[in-house]
């Protein structure tokens, strides 16, 4: 059985920083591209950034460009985003996405809160 698991959110104040860990099972992590996605209340799920499996395409949303860093360590089926100076704007609901067209998975999210 596939499972993604998200860790590593919390509460933190503007200008702090967290790494969310991505934990996979069941599938060949090698394999597939990894994605940070968020969805704020209210809003659509949006891309963060993304990760080809073998890590040499990666892509941020303009938003996070030189705040947040992809990585993944195939060995230990992680992957991981690194968020830095974080903002309130970057409160939402973090999620981890896997895929190898045509199969996607999505871990259940971690919940990451900016606010001074």
């Known amino acids: 059985q596939v499972q993604l698991v998200e860790s590593g959110g919390g509460l933190v104040q503007p200008g702090e920083s967290l790494r969310l860990s991505c934990a996979a099972s069941?599938?060949?992590?090698?394999?597939?591209?990894m994605s940070w996605y968020r969805q704020a209340p209210g809003k659509e799920r949006e891309l963060v950034a993304r990760?080809?499996?073998?890590?040499?395409?990666?892509d941020y949303a303009e938003a996070v460009k030189g705040r947040f860093t992809i990585s993944r360590d195939n060995a230990k089926n992680t992957a991981y985003l690194q968020m830095n100076n974080l903002k309130p704007e970057d409160t939402a609901v973090y999620y981890c996405?896997?895929?190898?067209?045509?199969?996607?998975?999505w871990g259940q999210g971690t919940q990451v809160t900016v606010s001074s």
């Open positions: 996405n896997a895929a190898a067209w045509p199969k996607a998975y």
């Open positions: 069941g599938v060949t992590f090698s394999s597939y591209a």
């Open positions: 990760m080809s499996s073998a890590g040499g395409r990666i």
